[in-house]
Nanobody, 121 residues
Framework: VQLQASGGGLVQAGGSLRLSCAAS????????MGWFRQDPGKEREFVAV???????TYYADSVKGRFTISRDNVNTMYLQMNNLQPEDTALYYC????????????????WGQGTQVTVSS
């Protein structure tokens, strides 16, 4: 499975962005897809995850109520980010797994390249 993330950019605090992650390859085997983020000097942080078949979602407390994860019926996952704050600045990675839905980065078999989100104050 290959993952291609896009949609990052520079936005002012309070603004919005929508990230996309397109999956290709053996997408029928996916169980979950999600997002992690990492700012230089900090640990990689879980953001959100969605069950590929049932659509169940789970969010980090830091983004709950501001971010929404969703997917279409084909191969693309989205992360709608509203009311962005400077602390949301990071490189955002999309991830996928054939067998788990978890907040643990090491459990995800597939990783896309990051897309940079920068929020100015």
């Amino acid at each position: 499975v290959q993952l291609q993330a896009s949609g990052g950019g520079l936005v002012q605090a309070g603004g919005s962005l929508r990230l996309s992650c397109a999956a290709s390859g053996r997408t029928f085997s996916l169980y979950s897809m999600g997002w992690f983020r990492q700012d230089p000097g900090k640990e990689r942080e879980f953001v959100a995850v969605i069950s590929w078949r049932g659509g169940s979602t789970y969010y980090a407390d830091s983004v709950k109520g501001r971010f929404t994860i969703s997917r279409d019926n084909v191969n693309t996952m989205y992360l709608q980010m509203n009311n962005l704050q400077p602390e949301d600045t990071a490189l955002y990675y999309c991830v996928a797994s054939p067998d788990v839905l978890t907040t643990t980065a090491g459990s995800y078999a597939y990783w896309g390249q990051g897309t940079q989100v920068t929020v100015s104050s």
